[in-house]
């Protein structure tokens, strides 16, 4: 993994915590905690040709356990600290059915005071199998 972090908030407090775990979570694949969330948590989601929202903790989880279902890896990972929340950018990688996969996120996190998501608008550049991933690189567009 490339860890391009800059600047995280202080190390241990709840919201770094929180957005730890989430990032275990979704490279896990085995689910995505619903305590990371609050009861009204706001998941705003922009993904190739389409933009929808979930609310309500059952709805995100399902939501995120749905595109976290496989275990994968962070093979690059970028985590800014803003006012009230955190952006995280990462190059998610995993395996599907055998064939190597791989998506660019992007998590405009939003966080409760006691360091839980509230609110996380979310921005994927689509999900990539090897085929179009040696392209990619082929044309040395990626970086």
Known sequence: MT???AATPATGSAATRTVDAF???ACAGAGVPADLFTPDVLL???VPGWRFAAQGVDA???QYSGWFADPAA???LERLPVEDGEVVTYLLSWL???VP???HH???LRLAPDGRIARDRFFCGGRWPADLLAEMAAAGDAG
């Open 106 to 108: 992007c998590h405009v």
């Open 96 to 98: 599907e059915a055998g």
């Open 101 to 103: 996969h791989a998506a």
């Open 74 to 76: 962070l093979e690059e």
């Open 44 to 46: 705003d989601a922009t």
């Open 23 to 25: 990032l275990e979570a």
């Open 60 to 62: 995100v989880t399902r």
């Open 3 to 5: 860890d391009t972090t």
